[in-house]
């Protein structure tokens, strides 16, 4: 991806409320190119993927992970996207041929292939046990659903606009995301600015597709309120899998499970969800990582 500061985190000046923008059209298209994915999969893996990298950006430390599950019950099965404290996100769609025909508005039925189910939110601080949150898919259209999932679990009001466009060759054209959350004791007439500004906030995705910048998109959705830049920084598509961490993951199995495992032939194959790297392992070397 081109190096350019794709994140902008800012506040009002009042601290009322933090806002989250980013400009995640390359890092949908990664992951397009690692799962060759139909075009509502696309939108609907795009939107989990932003809303995560949008989450991902509030943790607390530089070593922390966020994980962000939609387990509905529509064609798409699982959706999973796991980000950094810097944003960097990596995702995965249990089917990403899942696709259905258009609304009648004409938009993705991202709702549609996703389904009812549950929302789960996973934090790990690095230290001590995750944390889990869990809400119920309110619409399957993700940014709705992290709304409600902050409302119902963590008691912080939030407002949220996740936008994937698709292109003709399926290519992601344009994707970003909005996330605007009030903190405590907010002003109630910014409160009521911020509310004035919501449709402002829609079709997030056009506005970037028409070129405008993070900059341009907050000074749109905060006009008439005063704000501070926190800071800017790029964020990709990264998956961090690698041989050791897999072996180490291997060498906790159980003498049962490796029997299991190679029942049928000494050296087995590790394919990564995230990105298809592909990982070779014998019984031998996972078994002498163990007495290490």
Same mark, same amino acid.
Request: aromatic residues 6%.
């Given at each position: 991806?081109?190096?350019?500061?794709?994140?902008?985190?800012?506040?009002?000046?009042?601290?009322?409320?933090?806002?989250?923008?980013?400009?995640?059209?390359?890092?949908?298209?990664?992951?397009?190119?690692y799962h060759?994915?139909?075009?509502?999969?696309?939108?609907?893996?795009?939107?989990?993927?932003?809303?995560?990298?949008?989450?991902?950006?509030?943790?607390?430390?530089?070593?922390?992970?966020?994980?962000?599950?939609?387990?509905?019950?529509?064609?798409?099965?699982?959706?999973?996207?796991?980000?950094?404290?810097?944003?960097?996100?990596?995702?995965?769609?249990?089917?990403?041929?899942?696709?259905?025909?258009?609304?009648?508005?004409?938009?993705?039925?991202?709702?549609?292939?996703?389904?009812?189910?549950?929302?789960?939110?996973?934090?790990?601080?690095?230290?001590?046990?995750?944390?889990?949150?869990?809400?119920?898919?309110?619409?399957?259209?993700?940014?709705?659903?992290?709304?409600?999932?902050?409302?119902?679990?963590?008691?912080?009001?939030?407002?949220?606009?996740?936008?994937?466009?698709?292109?003709?060759?399926?290519?992601?054209?344009?994707?970003?995301? !909005? &996330?605007?959350? *009030?903190?405590? /004791?907010? =002003?109630? @007439?910014?409160?009521?600015?911020?509310? +004035?500004?919501?449709p402002?906030?829609?079709?997030?995705?056009?506005?970037?597709?028409?070129?405008?910048?993070?900059?341009?998109?907050?000074?749109?959705?905060?006009?008439?309120i005063?704000?501070?830049?926190?800071?800017?920084?790029?964020?990709?598509?990264?998956?961090?899998?690698?041989?050791?961490? !897999? &072996?180490?993951? *291997?060498?906790? /199995?159980? =003498?049962? @499970?490796?029997?299991?495992?190679?029942? +049928?032939?000494?050296?087995?194959?590790?394919?990564?969800?995230?990105?298809d790297s592909?990982?070779?392992?014998?019984?031998?070397?996972?078994?002498?990582?163990?007495?290490?």
């Amino acid at each position: 991806m081109t190096q350019e500061y794709n994140v902008l985190r800012a506040m009002t000046q009042d601290g009322a409320a933090r806002i989250l923008i980013i400009n995640s059209t390359e890092m949908v298209n990664t992951a397009i190119r690692y799962h060759n994915t139909a075009p509502t999969a696309t939108a609907a893996l795009g939107r989990v993927m932003t809303g995560a990298a949008l989450m991902g950006t509030m943790l607390k430390e530089k070593n922390s992970r966020l994980t962000l599950k939609f387990k509905g019950d529509g064609i798409a099965g699982s959706i999973i996207a796991v980000s950094d404290y810097m944003g960097n996100t990596k995702g995965y769609i249990q089917n990403p041929d899942a696709d259905l025909p258009l609304k009648p508005n004409g938009k993705l039925d991202v709702g549609g292939i996703v389904g009812q189910g549950d929302l789960c939110v996973i934090r790990d601080e690095g230290v001590g046990d995750p944390q889990s949150g869990f809400s119920q898919i309110v619409t399957g259209e993700i940014a709705e659903d992290i709304c409600a999932y902050y409302v119902q679990s963590e008691q912080v009001p939030t407002v949220c606009s996740l936008g994937v466009l698709v292109d003709t060759d399926l290519s992601c054209r344009a994707a970003g995301g !909005i &996330l605007i959350q *009030l903190l405590p /004791f907010a =002003d109630e @007439e910014t409160v009521a600015k911020i509310e +004035k500004n919501l449709p402002l906030m829609s079709n997030v995705s056009g506005l970037i597709d028409s070129g405008m910048t993070n900059e341009d998109i907050l000074a749109r959705v905060m006009q008439g309120i005063e704000y501070d830049i926190f800071d800017e920084f790029p964020a990709e598509y990264r998956c961090d899998c690698s041989r050791d961490r !897999i &072996l180490e993951a *291997l060498s906790c /199995f159980s =003498d049962k @499970e490796l029997d299991e495992t190679f029942a +049928k032939d000494n050296k087995i194959e590790v394919c990564c969800h995230f990105c298809d790297s592909k990982y070779y392992f014998t019984r031998e070397e996972i078994e002498a990582n163990r007495q290490n």
